[in-house]
Each structure stands twice: as structure tokens, then as C-alpha cells.
């Protein structure tokens, strides 16, 4: 067992506006594509990029759920989103839920334990803010693969490492 550690809401802040950041910098470089492009197949875990982007959007969508109080048993499906802008209006509307929870999380239930049930029907408990630390390092994973697929594309994001948004950061 670790020892328990204490999140700041400062920080959590960062990290969200460092998720917003590196959403936007790839959404940027989407709008570049196709649409066949965008819905080709690729080989990564979660297909190609409307795949990818999907699964990131519903990590995102379901965690903020779960902090609210409900536990969807759904998952967001990438045929939702025929075109990459319906997928981006989507993520957009999502991101503006996520960073009100964001801004107005208390200190101490950033620090509190909370319950959900997941996918699967079982009950869980974890602390808050390392669930949502989990949501902007998740998100990272996808959004590199999405940047290799974007890359391989010529549609290259740039760089999305956090330090990058540290020096803007202001």
C-alpha cells in the first residue's frame, strides 16, 4: 500500500487545460483530412482515427458521469459520429461538462473517495482525483496513437507532451 497522497486543485486545473490543449491541437489537425481519411480502418487497438478519437471522447464522457453520480452502462460507438465534425461538435459540448466539473470540484472531494458501477456491473471505489489524473493520462495514450495516425496522414499535430503546454502556460 502506498500512502495516501493529497491533489491540489491547481494542479488538477493544469491538467485538465493541458488534456483541453493537446484535444484541440489534434481536432486541428483532423479537420485537415478526408472523409475518407477519417473513417479509414488503421491498425491500433481501437481502429482507425474516428475509432481512437471516439474511445478517448467516451473515457472522458463516462469518467465525468461516474464523478456526477451516474454510471452509464453504454459505450459511446464510433458510428455515432459519421463525419469527423459531428465527432468534434460531440467532443466539444463533453469538454465544456468535463472543465465545469473541473472548475468547481471542492478540494476535499478532489481528495475523497467516491463509488461507480463499471461496464461490467460491478462496484467500484476509487479517489477522485486520481480517477480523474487516470481520464487526462488515458487520454494522452490515445491521442499520441491518433497523432501517429494523423502523422501518417501528413496531417503531423506536432508536439502534444505536457511540457510543451507547460511553456505556454500562463
Known amino acids: 500500500k502506498h500512502a495516501r497522497s493529497i491533489m491540489n486543485k491547481q494542479d488538477i486545473q493544469f491538467l485538465f487545460q493541458y488534456n483541453q ?5 489534434i481536432m486541428d489537425a483532423a479537420s485537415r483530412l478526408t472523409p475518407a481519411q477519417f473513417l479509414a480502418p488503421a491498425e491500433f487497438p481501437q481502429g482507425g482515427l474516428r475509432g481512437t478519437l471516439t474511445h478517448a471522447l467516451f ?8 464523478w456526477e453520480g451516474t454510471s452509464p452502462a453504454h459505450r459511446i460507438q464510433p458510428d455515432e459520429f459519421p463525419t469527423f465534425e459531428s465527432l468534434r461538435a460531440r467532443w466539444l459540448e463533453e ?12 478540494e ?3 481528495n475523497s473517495p467516491f463509488s461507480y458501477t463499471n461496464t461490467e456491473g460491478k462496484t467500484l471505489t476509487r ?6 489524473a487516470h481520464v487526462v493520462n488515458h487520454g494522452t495514450q490515445h491521442k499520441t496513437e491518433a497523432a501517429a495516425i494523423l502523422t501518417s496522414l501528413g496531417q ?9 503546454f507547460a511553456a505556454e502556460y500562463k
Do not use: C, Y
Request: hydrophobic share 50%; no cysteine; charged share 35%.
Open 21 to 25: 490543449w493537446s484535444t484541440k491541437k
Open 59 to 66: 473515457a472522458e464522457w463516462i469518467w465525468r458521469n461516474r
Open 95 to 106: 469538454e465544456k461538462l468535463v472543465m465545469k466539473f473541473v472548475e468547481e470540484v471542492s
Open 108 to 110: 476535499e472531494r478532489l
Open 127 to 132: 479517489i477522485l482525483w486520481q480517477a480523474m
Open 156 to 164: 503531423s499535430p506536432g508536439d502534444i507532451d505536457m511540457i510543451w
